[in-house]
């Protein structure tokens, strides 16, 4: 004996990216680049979120990254430059989730102190959890532009 649904299965289109009755040609350059969000919000903190018009929680965004990250520099933290170890390699990490922070920290010679005052193991962590507060606010844009976000 067969059982039969009652209609048709129906999916969602919700959350995806680009819906089958569109293809390439016909959609625009925002539905298009997907990743756009999450590249940007990476490389600049609060861009994503700028970028989808999203203006108050794009500006808190790059408001706590950059006070995070510039307050670390201010406690003499360290911006890691090699990993030896496990724990060395997991703060490198978090470090590149500050994106271009990051580089231009490293190439104007910032964080790059011998630690000597009690305060910079804490501005090390401050610019570390910049980093993947970064990471976090990337992810959010790009769950903001594929629908599974509101």
Same mark, same amino acid.
């Given at each position: 004996?067969?059982?039969?649904?009652?209609?048709?299965?129906?999916?969602?289109?919700?959350?995806?990216?680009?819906?089958?009755?569109?293809?390439?040609?016909?959609?625009?350059?925002?539905?298009?680049?997907?990743?756009?969000? /999450?590249?940007?919000?990476?490389? &600049?903190?609060?861009? *994503?979120?700028? =970028? $989808?018009?999203?203006? +108050? #929680?794009?500006?808190? %965004?790059?408001?706590?990254?950059?006070?995070?990250?510039?307050?670390?520099?201010?406690?003499?933290?360290?911006?890691?430059?090699?990993?030896?170890?496990? /724990?060395?390699?997991?703060?490198? &990490?978090?470090?590149? *989730?500050?994106? =271009? $922070?990051?580089?231009? +920290? #490293?190439?104007?010679? %910032?964080?790059?102190?011998?630690?000597?005052?009690?305060?910079?193991?804490?501005?090390?962590?401050?610019?570390?959890?910049?980093?993947?507060?970064?990471?976090?606010?990337?992810?959010?844009?790009?769950?903001?532009?594929?629908?599974?976000?509101?």
């Amino acid at each position: 004996m067969v059982t039969c649904l009652p209609g048709p299965v129906r999916y969602s289109q919700k959350g995806m990216g680009t819906t089958p009755d569109k293809n390439a040609g016909t959609q625009d350059l925002a539905e298009r680049y997907v990743y756009l969000p /999450l590249i940007a919000g990476w490389l &600049v903190p609060g861009a *994503g979120h700028f =970028l $989808l018009r999203k203006w +108050g #929680r794009g500006t808190l %965004l790059a408001v706590s990254i950059l006070s995070m990250f510039v307050l670390g520099l201010a406690m003499q933290g360290e911006l890691y430059r090699g990993a030896q170890d496990v /724990l060395d390699m997991l703060g490198m &990490v978090g470090d590149l *989730g500050n994106g =271009l $922070l990051y580089l231009v +920290g #490293r190439a104007l010679g %910032l964080g790059a102190n011998q630690v000597q005052v009690t305060t910079a193991d804490y501005g090390t962590r401050f610019i570390v959890v910049a980093g993947l507060l970064n990471v976090v606010a990337a992810v959010d844009a790009h769950n903001l532009r594929t629908g599974r976000k509101s």
